[in-house]
């Protein structure tokens, strides 16, 4: 992906969602020729000049100051995610050839896998492409239509825009599919050099028109924490809550542990779920018995 037009299409996209009212500027009436500032605004409110700002707005962010960038971001009121965003955007830009090529981890470590194992509530291990590259049995039992018949590695993005199965399984869908765009812009703020989060994007913008609009906005979101409704296939509804935990030894990573409130019809459901994904790992342990 181009950081040239990333950064580009990002600042335009902030700027129209701002108004004089919003930035506190006087409305002196008229039509304006542009969804939201003006850039002669945004530099103004900025502390920099005109053409300083329309360099950063063409996507030149070589050299930027952090200060230039924190002013930048105050002028465009970006949340926290935003102002990442902005960050690791300038990073990119000013990385030598050989940081911009590292690529996240891709396997997950015995270790890893055997904490997840020892883990009493569903967990998964996923990268910022949202390959679910480990699980624990609950875990795999909790994301169960994912890993019927994949391409590859299953990919929650693939599965929310590709299959159709994942608006029945996700009862709050379009704000789940947000959310996952929203992601995968961040994680392509940072890692735009990534030949498979490209192809995954590409993949997605092609054959998914829900998902082409969504990545037209621009909008980024860092999901650590929240809530999360499925609608699962064998114990009905479940309502979940999250923690996500980057693993810093492996870059890229992340481990998401799902839990739910304490005596309610979700954790029943769970705890069902347990018991099937016991049943079933006995099922598939005696097939493979020798006769």
């Not at 509804?237 to 996500?244: N, Q, R």
């Not at 018991?275 to 079933?280: D, I, L, M, V, Y």
Request: proline share 5%; net charge neutral.
């Amino acid at each position: 992906m181009d950081i040239k037009a990333q950064v580009q299409e990002f600042l335009t996209s902030r700027r129209a969602k701002l108004t004089p009212h919003d930035a506190g500027l006087p409305d002196l009436g008229g039509q304006r020729r542009v969804a939201g500032l003006r850039r002669e605004e945004v530099a103004m409110l900025s502390g920099v000049s005109v053409d300083y700002y329309v360099r950063l707005e063409r996507g030149n962010l070589a050299g930027v100051s952090e200060s230039v960038l924190e002013a930048l971001s105050r002028a465009l009121q970006l949340d926290e995610a935003e102002h990442a965003h902005l960050l690791d955007l300038a990073h990119v830009a000013n990385a030598s050839p050989v940081a911009r090529r590292r690529t996240p981890a891709n396997r997950v470590r015995p270790t890893i896998q055997r904490l997840l194992d020892s883990m009493g509530a569903p967990a998964v291990i996923r990268n910022g492409r949202s390959d679910m590259l480990a699980t624990n049995t609950l875990g795999r039992a909790l994301y169960a239509p994912m890993f019927i018949d994949p391409a590859g590695t299953p990919n929650s993005a693939r599965f929310t825009f590709l299959d159709p199965r994942s608006k029945d399984f996700y009862p709050d869908w379009d704000r789940l599919a947000s959310d996952l765009v929203a992601s995968l812009r961040g994680e392509a703020g940072r890692r735009p050099y990534d030949k498979r989060l490209t192809d995954l994007i590409g993949e997605l913008s092609t054959r998914s028109e829900d998902f082409g609009v969504r990545w037209a906005a621009h909008d980024v979101h860092a999901h650590r924490t929240g809530k999360k409704r499925i609608h699962h296939p064998v114990v009905g509804d479940i309502e979940l809550t999250f923690e996500a935990m980057e693993l810093t030894a492996d870059d890229g990573l992340s481990l998401i542990a799902y839990g739910t409130e304490p005596d309610s019809s979700s954790e029943q459901a769970l705890a069902l779920l347990a018991s099937w994904a016991a049943t079933q790992t006995n099922s598939r342990r005696a097939a493979a018995r020798p006769t």
